[in-house]
């Protein structure tokens, strides 16, 4: 059996869905209701999780704050919920010595080289950055039997808390839509996120990996994308991430390498996806 802690966000959404076709699947959330879904806050202790523990196989700990901006103004619940939940929650699974697959993110770097690796420096400038950071730490040297995949954007025009489908949304909305030129990321597909995951979950192979795709696109790049593929009309304008009013230091390059996947669990990320494809292994 998978547990799935954290439901209610894009991936771990995801996941429960797809994965229940070759598992049995729990899933917890603070909002949903329905078959195989408990109700869990991730501040709470998991041991006031009421289930079968000798049947869980592996736990997926998708449940996070991961709005950067409130993370800026709100570092201390953030932290609780990015840093000190899921160790607490990590810690009682290491006593059940039950595996462990959780995410950690790009703005674990500042943005100032782009195309990292797993061995890259770090330097986050942000709050949210920190605490993954903290959390990466961590984990490397405390349970053996952890899986941190640090995530890039994830794309899907079938999710709407995907940015790809906020991004496109948005230019339909908008006669004008303005896109940066000096930001960069490398996204990948939600599709390829759940294929990886699955043989993470198989190969039983534990450790720090990139997820990410293999094009890096900046912000106008993709919008381009986004408009030739999906015959949007809206004028995109240029623009620079110093532009945008935030209340953090936008990283301006957060593109990855994901030579390790290929490595470990022989399987590159496709091209970003602009259709509708259902999940496939």
């Given at each position: 059996?998978?547990?799935?802690?954290?439901?209610?966000?894009?991936?771990?959404?995801?996941?429960?869905?797809?994965?229940?076709?070759?598992?049995?699947?729990?899933?917890?959330?603070?909002?949903?209701?329905?078959?195989?879904?408990?109700?869990?806050?991730?501040?709470?202790?998991?041991?006031?999780?009421?289930?079968?523990?000798?049947?869980?196989?592996?736990?997926?700990?998708?449940?996070?704050?991961?709005?950067?901006?409130?993370?800026?103004?709100?570092?201390?619940?953030?932290?609780?919920?990015?840093?000190?939940?899921?160790?607490?929650?990590?810690?009682?699974?290491?006593?059940?010595?039950?595996?462990?697959?959780?995410?950690?993110?790009?703005?674990?770097?500042?943005?100032?080289?782009?195309?990292?690796?797993?061995?890259?420096?770090?330097?986050?400038?942000?709050?949210?950055?920190?605490?993954?950071?903290?959390?990466?730490?961590?984990?490397?040297?405390?349970?053996?039997?952890?899986?941190?995949?640090?995530?890039?954007?994830?794309?899907?025009?079938?999710?709407?808390?995907?940015?790809?489908?906020?991004?496109?949304?948005?230019?339909?909305?908008?006669?004008?839509?303005?896109?940066?030129?000096?930001?960069?990321?490398?996204?990948?597909?939600?599709?390829?996120?759940?294929?990886?995951?699955?043989?993470?979950?198989?190969?039983?192979?534990?450790?720090?990996?990139?997820?990410?795709?293999?094009?890096?696109?900046?912000?106008?790049?993709?919008?381009?994308?986004?408009?030739?593929?999906?015959?949007?009309?809206?004028?995109?304008?240029?623009?620079?991430?110093?532009?945008?009013?935030?209340?953090?230091?936008v990283p301006p390059d957060l593109t990855m390498t994901c030579e390790k996947l290929n490595?470990?669990?022989?399987?590159?990320?496709?091209?970003?996806?602009?259709?509708?494809?259902?999940?496939?292994?």
């Amino acid at each position: 059996m998978i547990l799935i802690i954290g439901i209610d966000g894009l991936l771990g959404n995801y996941l429960f869905k797809e994965l229940k076709n070759f598992y049995s699947v729990i899933g917890t959330s603070r909002n949903l209701v329905g078959k195989n879904i408990c109700n869990y806050d991730i501040l709470n202790p998991i041991s006031s999780l009421q289930i079968e523990w000798e049947k869980v196989e592996f736990v997926i700990i998708a449940a996070a704050s991961s709005n950067v901006g409130f993370c800026e103004l709100e570092p201390n619940l953030s932290h609780e919920v990015n840093f000190i939940a899921p160790i607490n929650i990590i810690k009682e699974l290491k006593k059940k010595n039950i595996p462990v697959i959780i995410f950690s993110s790009e703005y674990v770097f500042n943005g100032k080289n782009g195309k990292y690796s797993e061995q890259s420096q770090k330097s986050p400038n942000t709050n949210y950055g920190l605490q993954k950071s903290k959390l990466e730490d961590f984990l490397i040297h405390f349970y053996e039997k952890t899986i941190i995949f640090r995530i890039s954007k994830i794309a899907s025009l079938r999710h709407k808390k995907s940015f790809f489908y906020k991004m496109m949304d948005e230019m339909v909305t908008n006669e004008i839509y303005s896109a940066a030129t000096d930001q960069f990321f490398t996204p990948i597909n939600i599709e390829d996120c759940g294929e990886i995951i699955f043989k993470a979950i198989k190969a039983e192979e534990y450790g720090l990996f990139n997820l990410c795709g293999v094009q890096n696109y900046s912000r106008y790049s993709l919008a381009l994308a986004l408009k030739t593929n999906l015959k949007i009309k809206t004028k995109i304008n240029k623009c620079s991430i110093l532009d945008i009013n935030l209340t953090y230091d936008v990283p301006p390059d957060l593109t990855m390498t994901c030579e390790k996947l290929n490595n470990i669990f022989k399987f590159i990320p496709g091209k970003l996806n602009f259709g509708k494809n259902k999940f496939k292994f």
